[in-house]
Structures are given as C-alpha cells and as structure tokens.
C-alpha cells in the first residue's frame, strides 16, 4: 500500500451552487470525508447529497492552511472555491503549501468568464483587477482612456469605493456595471456612470465592468513626468530614471532593493513594469518615507515595502535582490560592499551619483569589478532674453555591473 497521503480534491463552485456543478465535482463531494470551504459555499451543498463533515476557513485564511489540512491529512478532503480554483483563488494557496502533484482541482466557469459572457466583452482583451485583499491604490495602474476592465470586488462597499476613486483620478465620466450572483438564480445588474454612482450596497458576491471613457493619459514604460511625483527635490529626473530602469532591465518577478529611496520614483517605475514585479525602498529620512509611500498609492503599486532607516544597517533581514539601485549615501561606509554581497550570481547593481566623492568610489569599484561606467548628461531648452539656449543639468555618473559566478560555479 502506497504511503502518500490521499489527494485533496478543490472543486470549483459558483453562485447556481448543486445544481450547477458537473458530475464529477458532485462525486468528488459525495465521496469526501471532509469539505473545507468558506461559509456561504458550504450553505451551497446540500445535507442529503454530502454527508462529509464540513469545515469552515478561520480568518485570516492563508497562515491556517498548513495546519488544517495537516489535521486532516489521513482524510479524503476537498475544498471549495469559487468558480475556477486557479484564477485568484484558493488553488494558489494550495499548490504553494502541499505541491501541485498532491492536488485534483475540478474548475467551475470563474465570474469573470460569466462576466464577459453577459457583456460580450473578448476575455483575452479584457484586464482584470482583483481588489480582493489588496488596496483599492491596485487598481489605479489600470487606468488609461477607453479601456475595459473587470474589477473582481472584495465585498458589498467595493463598487462604490471604486466610482469614488474613479471620479477623483479623473475619470468620473466611466461607465460601471456590477455584476452581482453571476450564474444563480439571484443575478442582478447595476449601472450607472462612476461619478453618479448612487447604488446602495448589494450582493457583497460582484464582479464591477467599467468602461473608462476619457481621461488623464500615462505611460506604460519608464520615465514618468517628474511631475507625476510628489518631492523635496530628491528625485531621479525623468531621462535619466529611463535610462536607469533600462539598465536594471526589470523582469517578471524580480526583487528590487532601491537603497535612497528619496522620492521611490525608481521602485516605483519597476514595479510598474510587471504586476508581479517585488520592490523594498530604503529611506532613512522618516518624512521622505512617508511621502515614497503616498507616491506608491498614487500611481498604483501600493505593494511597495518601504524600509525607514539607514543603509547598510537598515539592509539586514531583507530578501536578497535579484538587481539593486543605489541613489543616494554612496559613501557610507560598507554600503557598496553590502550591496553587492547581497546579490546573487547574475544580479546587477547600478549606482548613481552627482557628487565628485561618490564619483571616485564608483571608478574605484569599476577598476575592481569592470561592468559600464558611463556619464548622462541632460539640456534643456530655455528662454534666454528673445532667443533660446540649453540649460545643463547637473551630469549624472552611473556605475553598473552584473556580478559574476562564483570559482566554484564558473568551475562546473
């Protein structure tokens, strides 16, 4: 007999709950020991056709996953999960804690499939925002003229708390549709423009489509306007932040450490680059950390950490970086060497300074390590009486490197 704990069973359901399901999900159910789901979609299953015992997820969710599926591992269990496990869902937990191979995962149309259907909206063409434990700040980087999106809301409260922020980013004019019960018997529509939004709260179960209409246009590559930022002056400028984010060359994934953070404008603009992209900026000055923040919410990534406290010191504990950018305190002791020792083989360190001390640690760094230094130099045009002339902008110095392998990696 095999030693290998039974398989654990996740069956999607949606809103139209038995009835709904197909046959292999209501067997999956019938034949369970154990069902672990949430409140409502336990109340879903009818007594006479599953007689396991039911279990309801604690709150908060993910940290018990471990331990209630460890108490009953001996057990045949499935879990319900609305519409498709694998689309924001619990799946995900799931596979992270116990591996996919462990897992028989038997989807259910998710809400947003329901939800293009009814709109006859093309899935492929349509993003989606999940507001589900996550800021409703997420959902600003989706913002751009006459694009759809479908929200997937955390509960009853969502749908207006988006017509607020919609109105106040400047696009008050969006049409919004909240999709509730999609699939049950108790399917409902709502519509109504963002900044006329007065729908009370419904079905806390909705998916929210909107239409945005016209709006304030931004970018979707590095190199933001500095106006776009709230700053005391410490801020990487535009040409040369996308100079700088093409040399970091951020990928899917990755974890930026952006050690002086100053006004956040480089983690920011990398985060903003993939939605699963990791950033930590490092700030000492208390009042510059805060305002990092602010500017975080603003342009969508509420998800970047924020370290208060100097560099290297305030480095410690942290994740290791897959690239790093140093903007500021270059002369600190033991900031370069800490930096770079935190790096794995492949990852890269780029650094910028204006200051001539900084400069000389930075040649003395590239004689050791080589990598590029090189010198970005930025004029603008200005009115000079009734002509025009350039105006230098003090030349930034930028040292970058890719760390190589270790001997011993070079070796095999």
Not at 161 to 190: H, K, M
């Amino acid at each position: 007999m095999s030693d290998l704990p039974p398989p654990i069973t996740v069956v999607g359901i949606g809103a139209d709950g038995w009835p709904g399901l197909a046959a292999t999900s209501r067997a999956a159910l019938r034949a369970a020991e154990v069902v672990i789901g949430g409140p409502r979609q336990l109340a879903l299953l009818p007594a006479e056709e599953v007689a396991a015992e039911r279990v309801s997820w604690p709150s908060p969710l993910r940290p018990a996953v471990p331990g209630l599926l460890a108490e009953h591992a001996d057990r045949r269990v499935a879990v319900l999960a609305s519409g498709d496990p694998m689309f924001f869902g619990i799946g995900r937990t799931l596979a992270e804690t116990v591996g996919a191979g462990r897992l028989r995962v038997l989807p259910h149309p998710s809400s947003v499939s329901y939800a293009c259907a009814r709109l006859g909206w093309p899935l492929e063409a349509t993003e989606v925002v999940s507001l589900v434990g996550r800021p409703l700040d997420t959902l600003a980087l989706a913002l751009h003229p006459g694009r759809r999106l479908l929200v997937l809301s955390a509960d009853a409260a969502t749908p207006a708390a988006v017509a607020d922020l919609l109105t106040a980013r400047g696009f008050g004019t969006a049409r919004l549709r909240v999709l509730e019960q999609l699939g049950g018997p108790g399917e409902r529509v709502l519509d109504g423009p963002a900044d006329g939004w007065t729908h009370p709260a419904g079905d806390p179960l909705n998916v929210i489509a909107v239409e945005l209409g016209d709006g304030p246009r931004s970018s979707l590559v590095p190199g933001l306007r500095d106006d776009a930022y709230e700053s005391d002056g410490q801020l990487t400028k535009r040409h040369v932040r996308a100079a700088t984010l093409a040399t970091l060359a951020p990928a899917p994934g990755e974890l930026l450490w952006d050690v002086g953070g100053g006004s956040g404008s480089i983690a920011i603009e990398w985060l903003r680059a993939h939605r699963d992209n990791r950033a930590v900026s490092i700030e000492h000055n208390a009042v510059r950390a805060e305002r990092i923040g602010r500017n975080a919410a603003a342009l969508g990534v509420p998800r970047l950490r924020v370290v208060t406290g100097p560099a290297p010191d305030a480095l410690a504990g942290l994740p290791a970086p897959d690239a790093v950018f140093i903007g500021g305190g270059l002369t600190a002791p033991g900031l370069l060497d800490a930096c770079w020792a935190a790096l794995p083989p492949g990852g890269r360190l780029v650094a910028n300074t204006v200051t001539l001390e900084s400069e000389a640690l930075l040649t003395a760094w590239y004689r050791r390590h080589g990598g590029e230094l090189l010198r970005l130099a930025v004029a603008h045009a200005v009115p000079v009486g009734g002509f025009t002339g350039w105006r230098q902008a003090m030349p930034v110095t930028q040292w970058s490197a890719v760390k190589p392998p270790t001997p011993q990696e070079d070796a095999s």
